[in-house]
């Protein structure tokens, strides 16, 4: 199983780019483009809580899935 974050899609879904999102976050551009890779090791449950709230999201399967990876 692989953790995927969907935040580029969110972006593009609502019409903020990487630098605005670090900048409303608080957080820095290179760590929101690692997000948007999908491919990260970890990330920090406070950083999707308020990616949650900054884009009224309330499922949080808008953000993150698991999937399936064959070995």
């Given amino acids: 199983m692989k953790v ?6 969110i972006l593009k879904r609502e019409g903020v780019s990487q ?3 670090a900048k409303r976050l608080n ?3 290179s ?6 890779k999908k491919d990260i090791k970890r990330v920090n449950t406070d ?5 949650a709230e900054m884009f009224n999201i309330e499922d949080i399967r808008e953000i ?3 999937d399936n990876v064959d070995k």
């Fill in 4 to 9: 995927r974050i969907h935040l580029q899609e």
């Fill in 19 to 21: 630098n605005e999102l």
């Fill in 27 to 29: 957080l820095s551009p």
């Fill in 31 to 36: 760590t929101v483009n690692d997000m948007c």
């Fill in 47 to 51: 950083t999707i809580a308020r990616i």
């Fill in 64 to 66: 993150i899935s698991l």
